[in-house]
Each structure stands twice: as structure tokens, then as C-alpha cells.
């Protein structure tokens, strides 16, 4: 079956030059944007309930935008002033240059990791007498306490903010010839929102091995994944994949 329509389970980019709007323009398809999840932050409340006293702490491991966030909210929250002399350990630059939101970047001491939380780790290593705190999602990959464990270092993990199921009520007689999920919590939101969810003809284009067992565990089938040495990215994997069956 010819593919037309394409659901992509996250927001809308808010860039025009995404190559999802390319892939539209170039295969003539429709594709929407709807996120399945979304973050909402703990209530100042229940993060005292977790005993964290922002001022045992001298360095701050974000591994995400919403951990920037959610950590300098709950410090106006707790009426905390976040010193000078913090140390932000951020696993990306993307996470690094969006601190600039809250702090003046050129005068603070700033670590930036390569993309991966083992390559932050390494910096981490480097200033192991520092007390960190890990703001962190209610959904934290198991690797991140793993590899701090393994380092010896003075961490504490602050869950400030969740993951929660995306109301999609209205596109239950929506239909779409694929669907494009990221994460096993999209898969999630899926069934939550339509329990009694069939796949019939619809194709389901997934990211990461995750995301693929999660989509399985569902007794669902894969039939677009990335990434692959050929299809690096979910656009590029999409495209090989509209090129073939839109041919036939």
C-alpha cells in the first residue's frame, strides 16, 4: 500500500529547514506532528519529600533541556540562589548552550560531554571531591546511576519532573498509513489512549532498538526502523521506504 499520511509522535520541529519538511515536499506526503508524551515538573512539595537541601550540592549533571528547566525552577520554588561557583557538568552542547537561558554562560564553569553519559562521566572523573546532584525525570535510564556508582563520586538523584501520557482522544477515527514513535513511552501513551488499538494495514516506523522491543512486546509489527548503517535517521529511513512501496 502507497503511503500518503504520516503521524510523527513528536512536536512540531520549529525550524523550517527540518528534513521532515523536505521528506514532504520531495515524496508529496502529508505528515503531522503530535506529541505522545509530555513533561510535566514534581510539585515543589513532593521534592522536599525527597529530602534534597539544594545547598549540599557543588555541581549540577543535566543531561537534558528539561532537566535545566525543572532544576532552576524548583530553585526559585525553594527560593534558593544558585551561586556563582556552580559547576554545570551538561552531557551535550545542545544542553551547555541552552543553560544560557538562566546563567551568564562565559562566567560560569561549564562541562560539556560528547553526546553520551559515558563521555560526560570521563569529566565527571576529573572533579570527583564535588557533591553532585542529578536532576532527573521519574524515568531514568539505568546506565546513568550505573556508571556514577562505578565512579566512586558524591551524587544524589532529584526526580523534578515526569513523563505523562499525551491526551489523543481526538484522532480516534484518524487514520494514517504510518505511524513514527521514538521511545517505548510513546508506544505506551498508544495503548493508553487507544487500548483496543489494531494495526492492520498501518505501518509503524520506529527509532532505536528500545523503542523496536517495546513495540514487539505490544505484539505489534515493525516495518520502517532506524538507525541503520544505510537509514542513519528516522527521515532518511522513511524515505527509502516511501520510495520502494509508493513505486509498486
Known amino acids: 500500500m502507497k503511503v500518503k499520511t504520516i503521524l510523527v509522535s513528536q512536536p512540531a520541529p520549529k525550524t523550517e529547514t527540518s528534513p521532515y519538511f523536505d521528506l514532504a515536499e520531495k515524496q508529496k506526503v502529508k505528515i503531522d506532528f503530535r506529541s505522545f508524551i509530555h513533561v510535566e ?40 540562589t544558585v551561586p556563582d561557583d556552580m559547576k554545570y557538568f551538561c552531557q551535550s552542547e ?9 546563567v551568564v554562560y562565559r562566567k560560569r564553569k ?10 560526560l562521566t570521563k569529566l565527571i572523573k576529573k572533579h570527583k571531591d564535588e557533591k553532585f546532584l542529578l536532576p532527573s525525570s521519574d524515568k531514568l535510564k539505568a546506565l546513568i546511576p550505573t556508571e556514577l556508582d562505578k565512579l566512586g563520586v558524591d551524587w544524589k538523584r532529584a526526580d523534578l519532573y515526569r513523563t505523562v501520557v499525551s491526551d489523543l482522544t481526538d484522532l480516534e477515527n484518524v487514520f494514517y498509513d ?27 516506523a520506529v527509532f532505536g532498538n528500545s523503542t523496536i522491543k517495546a513495540v514487539e512486546k505490544r505484539g505489534l509489527r515493525v516495518d520502517i526502523s532506524a538507525p541503520t548503517p544505510e537509514t542513519p535517521s528516522m527521515t532518511m529511513a522513511l524515505d527509502k521506504y516511501i520510495k520502494e512501496v509508493n513505486k509498486k
Do not use: W
Not at 513532593?46 to 530553585?75: G, H, M, P, W
Not at 561549564?110 to 563521555?119: A, D, K
Open 110 to 119: 561549564i562541562y560539556v560531554g560528547n553526546r553520551t553519559f559515558p563521555e
Open 94 to 102: 545542545a544542553v551547555a548552550y541552552y543553560l544560557q537561558k538562566y
Open 41 to 80: 515538573g514534581i510539585p515543589v512539595k513532593e521534592v522536599r519529600a525527597q529530602k534534597i537541601d539544594l545547598n549540599n550540592y557543588t555541581a549540577i549533571i543535566l543531561t537534558s533541556r528539561n532537566a535545566v528547566d525543572n532544576f532552576f525552577r524548583i530553585a526559585e520554588e525553594m527560593r534558593f
Open 178 to 204: 504510518v505511524l513514527v514513535f521514538f521511545s517505548p513511552s510513546g508506544i505506551d501513551s498508544l495503548f493508553k489512549n487507544f487500548p483496543n488499538f489494531k494495526q492492520n494495514d498501518t505501518r509503524i
